[in-house]
């Protein structure tokens, strides 16, 4: 087989996380796989970064600018994937547990939001 007519396979990693953006993944799998264990994650990258503040240099600060604004882009695919597939659950199966998911999500964004919020501001504001 030549090198022009072989097929590469698909890449996994990209087809998840489209069908995660698309809400195409199972609910259980968008909310307790998707949404825990990236949320857990993306809390510990911040956890970890803001405790790097106590080595603070110009370098740090633009890690620190970058890995928030990484947090929140990703925050904000692993939430819009878990409401649309509740939406797509609800479509088709009863409907509480899609509602469930999407006011969970709606309470998850708010405390985000509360909690990155002072740190947005810092940054920011060069109260750093």
Not at 2 to 30: C, D, Q, V, Y
Not at 53 to 68: G, P, Q
Request: charged share 10%.
């Amino acid at each position: 087989m030549s090198e022009a007519t072989e097929t590469k396979p698909p890449n996994r990693i990209k087809a998840i996380f489209m069908l995660h953006w698309k809400g195409k993944l199972p609910l259980a799998i968008s909310y307790w796989v998707v949404g825990w264990l990236v949320q857990f994650v993306l809390a510990m990258v911040l956890i970890f970064g803001f405790s790097a503040l106590s080595r603070f240099t110009d370098a740090t600060y633009f890690s620190l600018v970058a890995m928030v604004l990484s947090v929140c882009a990703l925050t904000f695919w692993c939430n819009v994937g878990i409401w649309r597939s509740a939406t797509y659950y609800s479509e088709a199966s009863p409907k509480i547990w899609g509602q469930l998911a999407k006011v969970a999500v709606a309470l998850g964004l708010i405390g985000f939001v509360l909690q990155i919020a002072p740190a947005l501001a810092l940054i920011f504001t060069g109260g750093l």
